[in-house]
């Protein structure tokens, strides 16, 4: 919990691992220091112990006295200090804080013993073999560990003052250095919803550069949306209010159509065209709006349905109606065309395919259906000799409510949709293109081979 | 009145063409919007009803390059797009009257003839000149107070005339108000009705303008 909550600031990430590794690297350069300054000083003051034993040394080779002599303590630093000279096995000169006895059990050389007083001490011990002598000088070993102690602190404790003052300028420089993404956060909260033009770029930090694209590139996708939302509106509007005008205007004129009979059956039979027009409408909507609210449930389970037999059904459904604008509906399929789909959509995405062929193309003309199963794929491709469609139009096929206007027809745009729609459900690629056989419309799905 | 309506949807239009000829109203109709901007360019219509999604060019941009070229017939935009902004730009761009599909035929009436109404600077539906008082809602005439039973077209005429009170009408602008296309006027028809309605109304009512046309005179009620 207490992780999460610190990766939660970029001030933390970037403070506290800052932080913590001055704190190692100062620590790890005190203990470098101790045990360099350590060595050092052992070094320094054994020279020193040495010096003075030798130079007890000489000077007991030129002195002849017999009694024991002690030395005056002259500095409040000489009881850590100590030293014996014997001559011929004889004590004869010692600091006053020295014992009678030797002080190392060393004839000569470094020896770190303790002494009667209960204290450590470092003892050097010196022969002058010319007369006899025998030398030893002591020291405490703890003034040694004092000096090494204030050495240390005077590389720790400005440590101690450091580390809060690293911290507090830290902590400023992260935050100045975070303050564009403060300002960022600003300007975007205080934005209204529909407000979605580009955020300024150009003088970002270049780590803000692609945050700052990937959202004015959101941003760009979600205008696109609500764009195209709006227009949906705006197209559903017309097209549910056209139909309920029409059957409300064709009921008034019904109405008040005296006793004009032929008026008001003319009029009568309209509203009920209308009414009609207006349930294909819904449907089509309900249909879409299940396909995309749930383009995964049961309800679209792919199977193995047979496309030929679906194809085949529909287009005895739609032959009528062909037959009495004299248009000639032929189907050509080979025996097994087995696509991955459901036997209801695919009926859907058939039937509104012929429908539109049949409905924009003239009378008297042929619409050509042809189910083709090849390496795999199974390709259904319908052509009619209707009036086609632009490129820009092609390329628009498939929004919702989209049509070519001006061809006196009522479709709603809504089927091709629901074409795109159950298409995409089963994995089958939609093409469309100018038909060079029949000179319209040439409507291609194509269905993968199964893996 | 002779009215122009543009509208796409056949079923639509069949039914708004219907329900206007119902209340009075002479109708030509077509489907897209160059044969709008077309007919309302030359012909001589009281008002047009125009579709705002209408093929080959969108019924704002008929009514932009209408009113850009000084054409000031009144226009009643009629369309299912009932957002505000929508309603704001159709009326900035020249339509005198907005209406959201679906409309009351009879409501869709009305507002053609207040369009009318206000184009020729008349406050009221009711037309009177004198003792004669003209109703085109109820398409009813009075002569001091007594009911005068006309035909469509004596009606038809009598109420352009009457809407232009004080100018003088010319046989082919009286013509264009009273037929739709493809009505195959008798070259002496507007002297028949001026000749019927002269009869049972007023002699000296209607004006002969000699080579010019017809007139009919203002007068104060007594």
Redesign the interface.
Known sequence: MKQRHRLKSIQARLLLPLLGLVTVIWLGAAMLTWIDVREELDDLLDGHLAQAAAMLVVQQVHTEDDDVANAPSLHKYATLVAFQVFHEGQLVMRSANAGLLPMSPKAQGFATVRLGDGESWRVFAARGMARDVQVYVGEQTHSRNEILWAILNSALLPLLFALPLLALGGWWAVRLGLAPLRQLSQVIGQRKPQALKQLESEHMPSEMKPIVEALNALFDRIEAMLASERRFT?DA??????????????A??AM??DEDTA?RL??LQ?TL??CD?ATRLVEQLLTLARLEAAPNTPHTEALSIDLCQVTRRVAADLAPAALTRHQTLILEASNACPVQGNDALLGVLVRNLLDNALRYSPDGTAIEVRIEHRQGHTVLTVEDAGPGMSEHDQARLGERFFRV????Q?GSGLGWSIVKRIAHVFDARLEVSRSTRLGGLAVRVDWPARP | MRILLAEDDAMLGDGLRAGLRQQGFVVDWVQDGAAAERELSGGDYAAAVLDLGLPLKDGLDVLQSLRARKINTPILVLTARDAVPDRIKGLDLGADDYVVKPVDLHELGARLRSLVRRVHGQLQDILSCGDLVLDPAGRRVNLKGESVLLSTREFDLLHVLMLNAGRVLSREQLEQQLYSWGYEVESNAIEVHIHHLRRKLEADLIQTVRGVGYTLLRREAT
């Open positions: 705006a509007a017309h097209e549910l209010r056209t139909p309920i005008a029409g059957i409300r205007a064709q008034q004129v008040g159509a008026q003319h009029a309209a065209a209308g027009r206007l001006g061809q006196g009522t």
